[in-house]
């Protein structure tokens, strides 16, 4: 009943899409999704206990399977069979996608931090990028409520870096390891405060999920539903209420608009049969992600926007961000040989460095003007395709060396906001369609001194918290060669941005194309900045926030 | 060559290289390159084998394997039951039998080396051309010092070549083999970490559930950690989830 006439078609069923979904259904409206990915079943596809000995090549990554074998991506990576990406020339940029019902949020790191107030007016601030059409306060309580629903583990700690979520939202933590216990004492003796991660990882039971048992990598999913994905949470949710369908291998590629400027018909390729079929709805809400939902936009061109449709603007595409993102590690010899316990815990940090230096900037003190944090990587890891390399020699002082430096390493990587510029955006290449005959992305990057700047920083902090804890750090490599690629951090946004005005922005802030009655976009495309703190805590808050206007203005019969 | 290398090695000489050339070819017969490989053979001062081996062309396991049921590579094995002996070997030098613990031949896991130098992904054909000579070369060079093949060398003999090889600052005549070297022990070496009996001899004590909290470090972990703290004149941090 849905598909035949659903109010909304959402495209996308990751982050973005499913939180659009949930809210819609919620609110009594029939949803329609299209996903250009395979149907997925985290309960009976995850590989929960299997160890690397049981995976090919000790599950080591390949390009088949870019992060290893057991990593739950499907048909996807840095590419996908079939379905190409270019890049202009001079620029590097990688493009990490999915194609299995859930998108990446079956195998994203869960990182989960709330912008700050000093991220919504940036522009105001130093005079770079753009505000957003709303600050801090506003977005507070649907943080919270997100927070609540997808099952957030942090704490409260006043750091200004990092808001306090409503008492009672957040679950509660796990402890530090002993690695990252000693981290955050050479950082406090560095003045920098370190803080407990917040996760989208249950630690207590949520709705039909379990909490986290401590044991399985989150990268391979998790069949009891504690590691938050959608296909384990907002889309069963969502499916109760009898108000969602789910299309799996439709893969849109256009909207048709009418002369008023609404969205009449979503148009995509059956992915089984390569028949293009299309649908239409009251509403349409693109979450196909930031690239993707501005590709569909782009190729929607036709004689009456030969640019493309909600581009009156001329910022679709434009204004692309990934974070910044560099490396540092050493052995710390006053951990080698350490007594033995489980550090296996959720798996991903359970404590991490926030960005400490608003003060200093606001004094003009850095040569760059937004922060980053450090994300930590050490422990007791489950033995892998690296464990003991880099030992030499043989025989039982091999062995012995192995054991003595096994959960001795620390690594740092720094996550860092990088600033919109005119050299970073994505366009159509004419030249180059996929297998379902989609012309796709083709994209422009280059670095500015801003995020070289910042690198240059984050990499004399590491270089200091490694000399601090009594480690050598190896030479520094210059920023140029330290800065990872662009989209490398998979943390792409700004491709429709929102704000207030119609001239430099794709949406309102209701992620409401500006040129288009009905179209609205719930992935990251619509950032206007992209802070350090991971984006998708964020992008799905907009989500919320936004289809639950939207499910209003169904509701008044507006739209 | 150091001229240090080339006083400690006796040269090869045209008998000594013509007896392993046939020898390549014998120990290759069975594996699916050996006319390639002996075609491209050629005897350096360090004896290193140039091999071109025929490209791996099978499939790989594809971007949507079953993630529960496969457990090894489909694609064909490429290693020779001779190449498999003498992997067999060198993983009982590197990772011998220690107590109860196993040694890293015993667990089989030239089958790993097998399933690793066989895969169709380029750095695994990257560590493929290097280990498969490796090989070579360590008969060879059992040849040239004992006149036997590594396989009936005696351990004493064998050992004497690995401990030549196994350190990348190795002499400038040992620095082909030692860079291979380092390749094959680092799949062997991590081949056998990854087994339960490797796994439970590094001191791996987590894949297990917990129910309720994680439990954090045990007493002796933070006892320790104090006293390395102490030693660097740090703090401890109060971690707020300790509580
Ligand atoms: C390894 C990894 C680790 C990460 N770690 C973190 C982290 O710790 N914290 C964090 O905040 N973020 C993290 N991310 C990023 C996070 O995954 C993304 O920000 C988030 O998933 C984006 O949500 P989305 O809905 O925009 O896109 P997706 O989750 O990718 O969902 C988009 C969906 O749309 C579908 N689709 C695409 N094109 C079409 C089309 N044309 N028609 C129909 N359907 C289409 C896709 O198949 C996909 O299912 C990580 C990502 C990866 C890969
Ligand atoms: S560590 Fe916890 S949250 Fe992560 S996959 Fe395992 S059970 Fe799930």
């Known amino acids: 009943m849905a598909a035949e006439h659903p109010d909304v078609v959402v495209v996308g069923s990751g982050a973005g899409g499913a939180m659009a979904a949930y809210v819609l259904t919620q609110a009594g409206h029939r949803v329609l999704m299209l996903e250009a990915g395979r149907d997925y079943d985290p309960k009976t596809e995850t590989p929960m206990f299997q160890t690397s000995a049981d995976a090919p090549l000790l599950g080591a990554g390949t390009p088949d399977k870019n992060f290893g074998y057991f990593d739950a991506t499907v048909d996807g990576g840095w590419q996908v069979p079939g379905e190409p990406y270019t890049t202009a020339e001079g620029s590097e940029f990688l493009w990490w996608r999915s194609r299995m019902l859930g998108g990446r949020t079956n195998h994203w790191g869960r990182y989960s931090l709330r912008f700050s107030e000093h991220d919504f007016k940036g522009y105001s601030r130093d005079g770079l990028g753009a505000d957003w059409p709303f600050d801090y306060e506003e977005l507070a309580p649907w943080y919270d409520r997100t927070e609540a629903l997808v099952g957030v583990c942090g704490a409260n700690t006043g750091h200004p870096d990092m808001p306090d979520s409503s008492p009672g939202v957040l679950q509660p933590p796990p402890k ?156 710390i010899p006053a951990l080698v040989g350490r007594p033995r316990y489980n550090e296996d815990g959720h798996t991903a940090n359970h404590i991490f460095i926030p960005w400490w230096g608003h003060e200093q900037q606001a004094k003009g003190e850095l040569d760059f003007p937004r922060g980053y944090h450090l994300e930590i990587g050490s422990g007791f890891d489950a033995p892998n395709a690296w464990t003991g390399a880099g030992v030499q020699g043989y025989g039982t002082a091999l062995k012995r060396r192995v054991r003595e430096t096994y959960g001795a390493g620390v690594y740092f990587a720094l996550r860092g906001e990088m600033l919109p510029n005119r050299d970073c955006y994505m366009d159509i290449d004419d030249d180059v369609r996929d297998k379902w005959g989609i012309p796709v992305p083709r994209f422009h990057w280059r670095w500015a001194e801003h995020e070289l700047n910042q690198v240059a920083h984050g990499l004399t902090t590491m270089k200091a918290l490694i000399e601090t804890m009594g480690g050598e750090a190896p030479a520094l490599p210059s920023p140029e060669a330290a800065i990872r690629k662009g989209g490398e951090i998979i943390h792409e946004v700004g491709t429709t941005r929102m704000g207030t005005s119609r001239k430099d922005s794709v949406t309102d802030q209701w992620g409401k194309a500006w040129d288009l009655s009905n179209l609205y976009v719930t992935d990251g495309g619509v950032f206007a900045s992209n802070p350090h703190k991971n984006c998708t805590l964020t992008l799905m808050t907009l989500a919320m926030r936004n289809a639950d206007y939207l499910a209003g203005e169904l509701t008044k019969g507006a739209a | 060559m150091s001229k240090q290398g080339r006083d400690r090695l006796p040269r090869i000489t045209r008998r000594e290289s013509l007896k392993w050339f046939g020898m390549v070819l014998a120990g290759n017969a069975l594996t699916p390159y050996p006319a390639d490989a002996a075609a491209s053979v050629v005897v350096g001062d360090d004896h290193w084998p140039m091999l071109k081996l025929a490209p791996v062309t099978a499939p790989g396991y594809g971007q949507d394997p079953d993630l529960v049921a496969m457990t090894a590579g489909p694609w064909p094995r490429t290693l020779s039951a001779g190449e498999l002996d003498i992997v067999r070997l060198v993983a009982g030098i590197l990772v011998p039998r220690e107590g109860d613990v196993p040694s890293a031949a015993e667990l089989q896991v030239e089958d790993v080396v097998d399933e690793w130098v066989s895969a169709p992904y380029e750095a695994q054909q990257r560590d493929r051309v290097p280990i498969v000579s490796l090989l070579i070369w360590l008969d060879a060079e059992s040849e040239r010092r004992f006149d036997q093949r590594f396989v009936d060398a005696t351990d004493a003999q064998r050992v004497a070549i690995i401990d030549d090889i196994a350190w990348l600052d190795a002499q400038e005549i040992y620095r082909r083999p030692a860079q291979a070297f380092d390749r094959l022990r680092s799949v062997i070496v991590a081949a056998f970490y990854c087994t339960p009996e490797g796994s439970a001899d590094l001191g791996y004590l987590g894949g297990k559930a917990i129910a309720g909290d994680y439990p954090g470090p045990t007493a002796e972990a933070l006892r320790h950690l104090a006293g390395v703290l102490a030693s660097l004149g740090l703090e401890a941090w109060v971690d707020p989830a300790a509580g």
């Not at chain 1, 000693?182 to 630690?203: E, F, N, S, Y």
């Not at chain 1, 994905?229 to 969502?238: D, G, I, R, W």
């Not at chain 1, 001329?314 to 560099?326: E, F, P, W, Y």
């Open chain 1, 176 to 331: 530090a390891r002993v690695p990252e216990l000693l981290i955050a004492a050479a950082a406090q003796k560095l003045g920098i405060a370190a803080a407990p991660m917040h996760r989208a990882v249950l630690t207590r039971p949520l709705d039909d999920r379990a909490p986290c048992f401590w044991a399985t990598p989150c990268g391979h999913g998790c069949s009891i539903g504690a590691a938050f994905q959608t296909t384990t949470s907002l889309l069963p949710l969502a499916r109760k209420t009898g108000l969602l369908t789910i299309r799996t291998d439709a893969m849109v590629s256009a909207v048709d608009v009418d002369a008023h400027g609404k969205v009449t018909a979503v148009r995509y390729v059956n992915r089984k049969t390569g028949k293009t079929e299309s649908v239409s709805g009251r509403a349409v809400v693109l979450a196909a992600s930031a690239c993707e939902s501005a590709r569909i936009l782009l190729n929607s061109r036709n004689e009456r926007f030969p640019n493309g449709v909600a581009n009156s603007s001329g910022q679709v595409g434009r204004n692309l961000m990934d974070s910044t993102g560099a490396g540092l590690g050493a052995m």
